[in-house]
């Protein structure tokens, strides 16, 4: 089996070839290392199963190509993290919505299956906890760049879901909840590598808000498996799946579980999220993902507690400060 992973050298996908390519499948990364490194996927050139091109998902020549190749797509390549949602919202949009357009269409003519990443941030401001697949969407004004972000996103899964209904490609839509782990990038806002970073560096720990809305942080190994198991099964076309973790912690007593952790000095700011991120910006108190669907079709668990993920990331961010 042959698996193309469009956004592969981002952090969810460098650790999803990484699964692959462990398991004896070969794979072919799709990165215009727009957000994603090279240096995600270093390891991992010297295996005679994996081969990646440098360039756009949009780019309709190279990308028919790459399809032609492989058995499966694995379309991650988007414009994610909030910081840079807020501030590039025409890249986000056009990313997200011309990208997952170009490969669904490049995949129709072939006939090969998707796997759409969606996110968590299409229930938007929804206060009905815990999410599930079929549940009302609540998404914000159209002034607050954010709620592009969960709009473009939607799109996306309409369009696959209509590429299913219409065209008959097999899809799966897969709404990826707070995914973490070694590699994961602070660069566009996301909290537990920029609260690492800074909790090692004995910096300030910024907390946006209160610091009382809550999350739960899925680790990124059960996300990936979770993936690869939605791929593998022939009846998940047209359906919809949450992927993630319900056990919640608020973002202050994350920040002071991270201190405690890293033995570190740093002292906990509160930022309000105007400043943060820009005026008016709405945020969500609490996101949980019901999980029962995923469960129930591939015996789902989430298997990696917060503190085994904290261990994880905080040895990887430890490494990476070395000199
Ligand atoms: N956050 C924070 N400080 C940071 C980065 C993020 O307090 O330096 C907060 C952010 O406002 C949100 C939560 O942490 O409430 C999770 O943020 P992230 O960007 O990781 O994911 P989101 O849930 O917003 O998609």
């Given at each position: 089996?042959?698996?193309?992973i469009t956004g592969g050298s981002g952090f969810v996908g460098s650790h999803l070839a990484e699964a692959l390519l462990?398991?004896?499948?070969?794979v072919l990364v799709l990165d215009n290392l727009s957000t994603g490194s090279i240096t995600n996927i270093a390891h991992l050139k010297k295996s005679?199963?994996f081969a990646y091109i440098i360039?756009?998902?949009?780019?309709?020549?190279?990308?028919?190509?790459?399809?032609?190749?492989?058995?499966?797509?694995y379309?991650l390549a988007?414009?994610v993290g909030?910081?840079?949602?807020?501030?590039?919202?025409?890249?986000?949009?056009?990313?997200?919505?011309?990208?997952?357009?170009?490969?669904?269409?490049?995949?129709?003519?072939?006939?090969?299956?998707?796997?759409?990443?969606?996110?968590?941030?299409?229930?938007?401001?929804?206060?009905?906890?815990?999410?599930?697949?079929?549940?009302?969407?609540?998404?914000?004004?159209?002034?607050?760049?954010?709620?592009?972000?969960?709009?473009?996103?939607?799109?996306?899964?309409?369009?696959?879901?209509?590429?299913?209904?219409?065209?008959?490609?097999?899809?799966?839509?897969?709404?990826?909840?707070?995914t973490v782990g070694p590699r994961q990038t602070g660069r566009y806002?996301m909290?537990?590598p920029?609260?690492?970073?800074?909790?090692?560096?004995?910096?300030?720990?910024?907390?946006?808000?209160?610091?009382?809305?809550?999350?739960?942080?899925?680790?990124v190994g059960?996300?990936v498996?979770?993936?690869?198991?939605?791929?593998?099964?022939?009846?998940?076309?047209?359906?919809?799946?949450?992927?993630?973790?319900?056990?919640?912690?608020?973002?202050?007593?994350?920040?002071?579980?991270?201190?405690?952790?890293?033995?570190?000095?740093?002292?906990?700011?509160?930022?309000?999220?105007?400043?943060?991120?820009?005026?008016?910006?709405?945020?969500?108190?609490?996101?949980?993902?019901?999980?029962?669907?995923?469960?129930?079709?591939?015996?789902?668990?989430?298997?990696?507690?917060?503190?085994?993920?904290?261990?994880?990331v905080?040895?990887y961010e430890?490494a990476q400060?070395?000199?």
């Open positions: 089996m042959k698996a193309l462990a398991r004896g499948d070969s005679p199963n360039d756009d998902v949009m780019n309709r020549r190279v990308l028919a190509e790459a399809v032609d190749e492989c058995d499966v797509i379309h988007a414009a909030v910081r840079l949602v807020v501030e590039s919202p025409v890249r986000t949009i056009e990313t997200n919505l011309e990208g997952t357009q170009v490969v669904l269409e490049a995949a129709a003519k072939k006939r090969k299956k998707v796997l759409l990443a969606s996110t968590s941030e299409v229930y938007g401001k929804s206060t009905k906890i815990p999410f599930s697949e079929t549940d009302d969407l609540l998404i914000g004004p159209s002034n607050k760049g954010r709620w592009s972000y969960a709009c473009s996103k939607l799109m996306d899964e309409f369009l696959a879901i209509a590429f299913w209904k219409e065209r008959k490609l097999p899809v799966v839509v897969a709404r990826l909840f707070n806002g909290v537990i920029n609260f690492v970073r800074q909790a090692l560096t004995n910096k300030p720990i910024t907390v946006y808000g209160t610091g009382r809305q809550r999350r739960a942080f899925g680790y059960d996300v498996g979770a993936l690869m198991a939605l791929m593998d099964r022939q009846d998940t076309h047209g359906e919809v799946f949450n992927i993630g973790n319900d056990q919640e912690i608020s973002i202050k007593n994350l920040a002071r579980l991270i201190i405690k952790m890293t033995g570190s000095r740093s002292k906990i700011i509160h930022i309000s999220y105007d400043k943060a991120y820009e005026e008016g910006f709405e945020d969500m108190q609490r996101r949980v993902p019901d999980l029962a669907k995923i469960k129930r079709w591939i015996g789902y668990q989430s298997r990696h507690p917060l503190r085994d993920i904290l261990e994880r905080i040895a430890r400060l070395k000199p």
